[in-house]
């Protein structure tokens, strides 16, 4: 996975910077220790040497883990766009329309204020004469 799109320069990805003096210095104030510039230092420095992501890599696990429980077709979530398509989509639609010409025929439903053409399965289109031929031979119609 590169980092950012070489031809335009843009990044992609979520970057996270941690500034420990800043951070020490926050957190002892949030645990009411008072402390000098120095010690402050000190202990960023002890932490830049010591400091380890167990914490923040189990969370990443967990979630990630999750989403894949959680979902399941994960490769949806990956829809490549601005790629370039092929004649794929063209001909898959050239294939619908010869299903649906060789399986349907469109019938127009009347009515005194409007007319609808509605495509029905030519297979139930016999059956659907039939049965109406039918109804009207027996008296039903």
Known sequence: MEPYNTNTGVHNRVQITIDLN?????????LKQEMSVNQAEYLAETLRRTLTWDTMYSMIDQ????????????EIWDPHYGEIA??????????????????????????????????IRKDRLQSVTTDVAEDRKNGII
């Open 86 to 119: 092929g004649d794929e989509p063209a001909k898959s639609f050239e294939e619908a329309q010869k299903r649906f010409k060789r399986d349907f025929t469109m019938i127009t439903i009347k009515n005194s204020a409007w007319e609808l053409e509605v495509p």
């Open 63 to 74: 979630t990630i883990l999750e989403f894949f429980d959680c979902h399941e077709h994960p």
């Open 22 to 30: 800043e951070l020490v210095w926050a957190r002892g104030e949030f």
